[in-house]
């Protein structure tokens, strides 16, 4: 399924008939649209470059009446399964989680904590008004009708920069779908600032033209400074549960506990969820693609479309990791040289090149560009989200598949209230076994969560190929690990491999496997040593209930032998029996290393000798970030400085 | 620590056992052991009694006195350790409760014992005891410990062998004709000590050992005491205490031979090696008890060849039975003994083994008539 992202990459229109063929031989899902106009068929209809030979006879001018451009709204109106439309409940899904990703983005790019505001109302029994306001930039109001109004229109395709969105699909098709199934067209309130007036419109997609059709435009008052308010109505079902709205909210808090979202759902009570933390994410940098990441098309494209006059201004201006003297050697193993000029260039020419660049030994591409969440985000994220007992954390050092830099990211949360989950029991009761349920493994790509398709997902992998019996985690071979545990991945990328237009899994790179599989292992280590230790203190805490139990029994036995100072015998006992079981004392740390902490004293009581740790409150997840935190057993005060650590030695 | 004070001075401790110890003297051992546990917790050590090892790889023979001797070797038993903990605890409960018995001039059976330690700890379920089977190693563990014997901490196992014949003596006061007790014969109580029972009176000249109370009723029934001028004892099995005791006693203080006819098979000839050397597991009793003249008449395995017996007494050797053969060959009581190494090495060729029942397939009488007093005769076919 790779194939589609080679496709999304260089993303012309070339690689959209690609993208067609395969439509074509996938089911017609929805096509029943009872709104949207209908787009004549082109199964019978050969399509220029299509290349397959059909047996009816038809002549070349008969076949030519027929050949017209597909204009991509028809396409993925027709298509709409590959955006994330398949059926009711995703769609509403799908168009909450779009909506949200560029909010989250345009509030970043601006440096604004985002909030984010979602309401989903009910408006008939199989109709649903979705409105996603942030508080934004806002949108430039002669922009408004291209953003939402026309499909692949956007900033963020023709750059390679880390961010949620990719291709300028996404809202514009929840708005197409919305407007498909219901005829309401998209309602879009935007405002740049508090000095500018807020713009309302409405817009419906010509989708044979990819083009906004303005069906309202005028200014409006609204009680928020700056941000846009988007509402779709669409045809949706709503449910609680796995891969729901809410799912996808909570999942999008951990990942983004930068932003404060409120969810008002159609049934029940708000969900708010505060941030975590008042720092935006790094800022990430746009960057040139790397040779080793494009295509010989690609390539070709871009010699047209350079600036560049001379061959080796265009190979390091447009190029990561190019040097002049890279581009010097490189244009003499092609048989040319870098005063070359550009659009002088022949395709067999240009072929050689890509094959030389191909066949050099470059740098890899510079990664500055990647914003990873960072393990202390990760684990208040997974502190605000998951109520667990121990979390761990890691963010692995940048790594780079097809010219393309990465960086993976791991969380994990064990313990506490999983598996005490409801779900879960109710898991187990149908399986009649008292095994403990299996891992929930959450997925991100660039801080979205991915809801679907998990078992094709490289994540959903790399967790199935670790060896979690190592850490003292039950697994059955070819399965999730069992036990209270949830597994957090996050790729941080400048082109995140979907498998799909829909973003729902991430494709199956070894690059990206084995990143993957380093960072579940650096985790699942910590918790491994946390478990024995824990095992360990629970034995020892076992022990010194046995020999608390036998004390006063040894005390009455002996005593009634001979006569001593019964009160000092019992008491140098109890000390000792203190001593002995020491790790029964044991606190741990957040990597599951064992926080020291002074020995009891052989003044202690009597009455409190003998405490079996009882389980704390849960903290507010800040506290446990400051010094003074009552409780240590999440203390990241120096993951970051780790973390950046890491960077450097590697 | 008793024990490890007596370490040092093995020599010293035979004179001193053998001297007749008052419960004063073993209630001194017990507070001395309740002490240096006291002394260890005191020193914010873990406490600990030292225990001689009671088994194979702790004894020795000794070829002078041919006895089977305990050596040196000691488990440490501590309290603070998760797997020896309950064990010590209740050490200590048994300690208290012998100190009990001694202080009031009562003994109990080591059953008796058990319910005596027993009881809910407080707080808890737990029970101080689950099983006879818990306590009774711990009286033997506090025996070794403290040097001393399960008489001397007033504890007696329950009564166990029988003998009769021409023999009067006197037990706790009461005198005793064994050639007039009835068809059950006497019943030897556990403990057996010359403040027990004395000998007033005794016609026979050797003493007859057998297996168990089966064969002893044949002979008894037959009257084998009456015709050859003995005593006819059984011990139910490997003989207890009470049962070795009496017989080192006869054997040392009227002079009387023993003579032993067990089964032919590895369990008969580890109760020849108990009575006639001790016990592994009771070594430290082995100078009291162990009768080092004691000869091995029967049944000898190649007593089948000899006597002519039919196929039907056979009974095969199991996989276990080899091996328990094997092992008491290597015995260093057994390993220079070349007529035992034949014994041996002849029933697991023969891969049989046979009952001393089996003499009785021939005719009833054939055992105490014929076999019995053609053994007793032929000093040849005695197993030394």
């Known amino acids: ?650 | 620590m008793a024990r490890s004070a007596s370490k040092t001075t093995q020599s010293s401790k035979k004179t001193k056992r053998d001297n007749k110890r008052s419960g004063a003297h073993t209630k001194a051992q017990l507070e001395k052991l309740a002490l240096s546990i006291v002394k260890m917790a005191e020193r914010e050590q873990d406490p600990a009694i030292a225990i001689p090892t009671r088994s194979l790889s702790n004894v020795s023979y000794n070829e002078k006195t041919r006895h089977v001797e305990m050596g040196d070797n000691k488990q440490s038993r501590n309290f603070f350790n998760y797997g020896q903990a309950k064990r010590f605890m209740q050490t200590m409960l048994v300690g208290s409760k012998c100190k009990d018995l001694i202080e009031m001039g009562k003994t109990a059976s080591i059953r008796q014992i058990y319910y005596m330690s027993k009881h809910t700890i407080k707080g808890t379920k737990e029970k101080t005891f689950d099983d006879q089977s818990e306590s009774d190693p711990i009286i033997e563990d506090l025996e070794v410990a403290i040097d001393t014997l399960r008489e001397e901490l007033h504890v007696f196992a329950s009564n166990r062998g029988n003998l009769a014949g021409p023999i009067t003596l006197v037990d706790d006061g009461n005198t005793l004709d064994c050639s007039a007790m009835g068809s059950a014969g006497y019943a030897v109580p556990s403990i057996c000590e010359p403040d027990m029972i004395q000998f007033k009176k005794c016609k026979a000249k050797f003493i007859l050992h057998v297996e168990k109370d089966t064969v002893w009723r044949r002979f008894h029934e037959d009257r084998f005491w009456q015709t050859h001028d003995c005593i006819i004892s059984h011990g139910g099995g490997q003989p207890a205490r009470g049962m070795r005791r009496l017989l080192r006693r006869m054997h040392e203080e009227l002079k009387l031979p023993v003579f032993v006819l067990l089964d032919n098979d590895p369990w008969g000839y580890y109760i020849y090696s108990v009575i006639k050397h001790g016990s592994i597991n009771l070594a430290y009793e082995s100078r009291r008890m162990a009768v080092p003249d004691a000869k091995f008449i029967g049944v000898s395995s190649f007593d089948y060849d000899r006597c002519g017996m039919s196929d039907d007494v056979k009974i095969e050797l199991d996989a276990n039975d080899v091996k328990r053969a094997k092992q008491i060959a290597n015995y260093a009581w057994f390993a220079n003994k070349r007529p035992w190494q034949k014994e041996i090495k002849k029933m697991i060729s023969n891969g049989f083994k046979m009952e001393v029942e089996a003499m009785i397939s021939k005719n009833l009488s054939y055992l105490t008539e014929e076999y019995v007093p053609m053994k007793l005769k032929d000093k040849k076919q005695w197993l030394d």
Not at chain 1, 365 to 390: D, Q, R, Y
Not at chain 1, 409 to 422: I, N
Not at chain 1, 574 to 598: C, P
């Open chain 1, 1 to 650: 399924m790779t194939e589609q992202n080679l496709v999304e990459k260089s993303g012309t229109a070339s690689q959209l008939s690609l993208g067609f063929n395969q439509g074509l031989s996938a089911p017609a899902i929805g096509s029943n649209s009872s709104v949207g106009k209908k787009i004549a068929s082109t199964k019978s209809k050969p399509v220029e470059g299509n290349g397959k030979k059909m047996r009816t006879r038809a002549t070349a001018e008969s076949m030519a009446k027929q050949q017209r451009e597909i204009s991509v709204s028809e396409f993925f109106a027709k298509n709409r399964h590959l955006l994330g439309f398949d059926n009711k409940r995703k769609a509403l899904l799908t168009t909450v989680k779009e909506a949200v990703d560029n909010s989250l983005d345009a509030c970043e790019e601006a440096g604004i904590l985002p909030e984010i505001e979602i309401w989903v109302k009910q408006t008939d029994s199989d109709r649903f008004s979705v409105r996603i306001r942030d508080n934004g930039p806002g949108i430039v109001k002669n922009q408004i009708p291209n953003v939402f109004g026309k499909l692949l229109y956007g900033s963020k395709f023709h750059r390679l920069k880390m961010s949620r969105g990719q291709q300028g699909i996404g809202i514009s098709a929840a708005g197409m779908y919305g407007l498909i199934t219901t005829g309401k067209p998209i309602r879009i309130v935007s405002r740049t600032s508090s000095r500018a007036a807020a713009h309302l419109y409405k817009l419906a997609i010509d989708t044979k033209k990819n083009r906004p059709d303005i069906i309202k435009d005028e200014t409006i008052e609204v009680d928020f400074a700056h941000g846009t308010e988007v509402t779709i109505e669409l045809v949706a079902s709503y449910n609680k549960g796995r891969q729901s709205v809410d799912e996808y909210i909570e999942l999008t808090a951990i990942a983004n506990p930068h932003a404060t979202f409120v969810f008002h759902p159609p049934v029940g009570s708000t969900l708010n969820l505060p941030r975590g933390i008042e720092e935006l994410p790094e800022e990430t940098k746009e960057i040139k693609p790397h040779p080793y990441g494009i295509e010989l098309g690609t390539m070709m494209k871009m010699v047209k479309e350079t600036s560049a006059k001379k061959l080796g201004a265009f190979l390091t201006s447009e190029f990561s990791q190019v040097s002049l003297t890279v581009a010097k050697s490189v244009c003499h193993k092609a048989g040319v040289t870098s005063a070359t000029w550009v659009n002088g260039l022949t395709p067999p020419v240009v072929e050689k090149l890509y094959k030389v660049l191909q066949e050099t030994k470059l740098r890899a591409p510079s990664t500055n560009c990647l914003s990873p969440m960072g393990a202390e985000a990760i684990l208040t994220g997974l502190l605000k989200g998951i109520k667990a007992e121990f979390y761990t954390a890691s963010t692995r050092p940048p790594s780079v598949y097809r010219g393309n830099p990465f960086q993976i990211e791991v969380g994990l949360a064990y313990g506490g209230d999983l598996g005490r989950d409801k779900h879960d029991e109710d898991h187990n009761e149908q399986n009649g076994k008292h095994e403990p349920a299996q891992a929930r493994v959450i997925r991100f790509a660039n801080r979205v969560p991915l809801l679907y398709q998990q078992s094709s997902c490289c994540t959903f992998k790399s967790v199935l190929e670790t060896r979690w019996t190592n850490y003292t985690i039950p697994q059955s071979s070819g399965a999730l690990p069992r036990g209270p545990l949830v597994i957090l991945v996050h790729m941080a990328s400048v082109w995140v491999p979907f498998i799909s237009e829909g973003k729902e899994a991430i494709a199956d790179y070894d690059e990206i496997r084995k990143e993957i599989k380093l960072g579940i292992s650096e985790c699942a280590r910590r918790l491994g040593t946390l478990l024995k230790r824990k095992k360990k203190k629970s034995d020892f805490t076992k022990r010194r209930d046995v020999f608390t139990r036998y004390i006063d029994e040894v005390v009455e036995a002996t005593r009634s032998i001979t006569t001593f100072n019964k009160e000092d015998f019992r008491k140098s006992l109890i000390v000792l029996s203190q001593n002995y079981t020491a790790a029964a004392d044991m606190e741990f740390d957040e990597h599951g290393r064992v926080v020291k902490k002074a020995k009891p004293g052989n003044d202690l009581g009597l009455e409190n000798t003998v405490v079996v740790n009882r389980d704390e409150e849960t903290p507010p997840s800040q506290a446990l970030f400051e010094d003074d935190a009552p409780n240590k057993k999440v203390k990241s005060k120096t993951t970051k400085a780790k973390k950046r650590k890491r960077k450097r030695t590697s």
